[in-house]
């Protein structure tokens, strides 16, 4: 089970993290992904990591605002969020899935519940 949290109303150029927690294991061998879904359109793919090693992988329109982190114990993701512009705003899921990190939707097993971001302008 994930639990997403840390979302709220921002304004433009301001930050947030977001926190994707595991509950009842950890991310060992688990890839996590972070997508977002705004009023109206599907859902996208933002970011995902491995906990094997390796960097984050990024959308054209996070990279270089956005970071992924995790901690030690890899029990929780983070999503830092930079620069944040309007159309960042979307309700944010996270995701996890055995295996190598994906940015297909459909590939990953478990999903937290959503937290909204929103940016004004």
């Known amino acids: 089970q994930l639990q997403a949290s840390g979302g709220g109303l921002v304004q433009s150029g301001g930050s947030l993290r977001l926190s994707c927690a595991a509950s009842g294991r950890t991310f060992s061998r688990y890839a996590v992904g972070w997508f977002r879904q705004a009023p109206g359109k599907e859902r996208e793919f933002v970011a995902a990591?491995?906990?094997?090693?390796?960097?984050?992988y990024y959308s054209d329109s996070v990279k270089g605002r956005f970071t992924l982190s995790g901690d030690g114990a890899k029990k929780n993701v983070y999503l830092q969020m930079n620069s944040l512009k309007p159309e960042d705003t979307a309700v944010y899921y996270c995701a996890s899935r055995r295996g190598p990190k994906t940015v297909l939707i459909t590939h990953y097993d478990y999903w937290g519940q959503g937290t909204q971001v929103t940016v004004s302008s």
């Open positions: 990591v491995e906990w094997g090693g390796g960097d984050g």
